[in-house]
């Protein structure tokens, strides 16, 4: 029988909370990535110390979610998404004020914390309320609203750069965050009806994590959603330094070139909306993952034929981008809808993955710069290898219907 959503969320804006929530990630990343070069001259520090303004945010994302979800399932979401939100709210002015960048990366840290609880009840609130052979379709319908984030967030952030400097950016995300934390106040039910109050003891926690982690369903969804995100996590934390130091593209115009890119992402979500018309989830993950190894190796097989130009690095973005605006709504739901009483550790698990992975790539990115397209190439095409198999060979026979 088909469940339905309870009676107390009929009312309630979620889809649009839900939205709002889940664009904090990719403004965190992408509205000071314009700022980047800046901070290396400003501060006088290596390409590879900023990135840690990136990375340690990774870092921070990643540890939380093995946290926050278990807390969720235990305490409801609305309590931790607005304690979240609070010291995301503190965590932006304490970016804003940072006179050094260790300051800045420690504040960057903290404001990961937060951002990750709005992310992950965002993921189990859809589980909460939504039936889960329309989960991914709600996450989809989300999403293609989610990537205006990425378009807008590099315009605004270059056009913040130029006229006021790096700090603006965190002032932005402090008033974003606020308005966030305003709304749930004031419109976010509780929607966790099957509370666990062992979901954080250490027995209870590790019973789920042994739950989740043993299932071939999570994994067969998980995966492939890490490395689609490490792809695009690619692109979010080497472009700037790519298209501005390498390809000479002007600061002002690399909101531009990096929202050009970023459309891919919306563009995806709305082929795969009509995808999960007629066909199944896993099947339009094949199509995403397939998208992704196309973006991998036209970005190397153009750098090698010396295309260095940003239109060529926008069109392997913009591929990528489509790739992942398919398959982020199939994993996200396919990965936690075996487990109505652990979503939130499912997705807690779920994005510690994708943290890990996004870690490893911005420290790979930070490590291997080279004044050069090489390095970003090479490794997109690994990437998109590593995801187009990863559906067809670890578990082909997995399907959400």
């Not at 396919?334 to 550790?345: D, E, I, L, N, S």
Request: charged letters at 10%.
């Amino acid at each position: 029988m088909q469940n339905q959503p309870l009676p107390q969320f009929a009312h309630a804006p979620i889809l649009v909370l839900i939205t709002a929530m889940l664009m904090m990630q990719p403004l965190s990343t992408d509205l000071y990535l314009a700022s980047l070069p800046s901070l290396v001259s400003g501060f006088e520090v290596p390409v590879s110390t900023v990135q840690l303004t990136l990375t340690l945010f990774v870092i921070g994302f990643g540890i939380a979610q093995l946290i926050i979800g278990p807390l969720s399932d235990r305490y409801g979401r609305r309590p931790v998404l607005l304690t979240g939100l609070m010291l995301y709210i503190v965590a932006s002015a304490l970016c804003g004020l940072a006179n050094s960048i260790n300051l800045l990366i420690a504040a960057r840290f903290i404001q990961a914390l937060g951002c990750c609880s709005a992310v992950i009840v965002a993921r189990a609130i859809v589980r909460d309320a939504y039936p889960p052979e329309n989960s991914a379709r709600v996450i989809a319908r989300a999403s293609t609203w989610i990537s205006i984030a990425p378009i807008i967030g590099p315009i605004l952030g270059s056009y913040l750069q130029v006229r006021f400097g790096w700090r603006a950016a965190f002032v932005a995300l402090g008033i974003f965050s606020a308005i966030v934390f305003a709304a749930s106040v004031m419109r976010l039910p509780e929607t966790n009806e099957h509370k666990n109050p062992h979901a954080t003891d250490l027995s209870g926690l590790m019973a789920n994590y042994r739950l989740v982690l043993g299932s071939r369903v999570f994994w067969s969804f998980a995966l492939p959603g890490a490395f689609s995100y490490a792809v695009i996590f690619l692109f979010i934390s080497g472009s700037s330094f790519a298209l501005i130091n390498i390809l000479n593209v002007p600061t002002q115009w690399f909101g531009y070139c990096f929202g050009l890119g970023v459309s891919g992402y919306m563009t995806g979500t709305l082929i795969c909306r009509r995808l999960l018309k007629t066909i199944s989830p896993t099947e339009a993950l094949r199509i995403g993952t397939g998208c992704s190894l196309a973006a991998g190796l036209f970005f190397l097989i153009a750098t090698i034929a010396g295309l260095a130009h940003w239109s060529m690095m926008v069109a392997a973005m913009f591929i990528a981008m489509v790739s992942h605006g398919i398959n982020f709504p199939v994993t996200q739901s396919g990965a936690v809808w075996p487990f109505p009483k652990q979503a939130g550790t499912a997705a807690g698990l779920m994005g510690a993955l994708f943290m890990l992975f996004a870690f490893l790539i911005g420290s790979l990115v930070g490590a291997t710069h080279n004044g050069t397209l090489y390095p970003m190439a090479i490794i997109a095409c690994i990437l998109g290898m590593l995801n187009f198999f990863s559906v067809r060979i670890i578990s082909p026979r997995i399907a959400i219907e």
